[in-house]
Nanobody, 115 residues
Framework: QVQLVESGGGMVQAGGSLRLSCAAS????????MGWYRQAPGKQRELVAV???????NYGASVKGRFTISRDNAKNTVYLQMNSLKPEDTAVYYC?????????WGQGTQVTVSS
């Protein structure tokens, strides 16, 4: 079964930047939609940014203007550039991919923003 593998998480000070990457384990497997969600302690998982199956991008309200999602179809990889990070961005970030009416999740990568 195809897997999604995230990388790039870590600890950064407020105002800093991080770039997350998510690659599919099978280069030939194509996702109709791909993106990022996050879950902070004690909170529900929420949308960060996603490429929809129609080709558009959606961002969570709290990250608009600070985060940018991009995609390399040749590498079957999606990226999340996070700028102007805030302590409230601290969460586990999960990569998600949708294909054939099925959703796939990565294992998650921790992002911690200190004040």
């Amino acid at each position: 079964q195809v897997q999604l593998v995230e990388s790039g998480g870590g600890m950064v000070q407020a105002g800093g930047s991080l770039r997350l990457s998510c690659a599919a384990s099978e280069s030939s497997f194509r996702f109709n939609a791909m993106g990022w969600y996050r879950q902070a302690p004690g909170k529900q998982r929420e949308l960060v940014a996603v490429f929809t199956s129609g080709g558009s991008t959606n961002y969570g309200a709290s990250v608009k203007g600070r985060f940018t999602i991009s995609r390399d179809n040749a590498k079957n990889t999606v990226y999340l550039q996070m700028n102007s990070l805030k302590p409230e961005d601290t969460a586990v970030y999960y990569c998600w991919g949708g294909a054939l009416l099925k959703g796939y999740w990565g294992q998650g990568t921790q992002v911690t923003v200190s004040s």
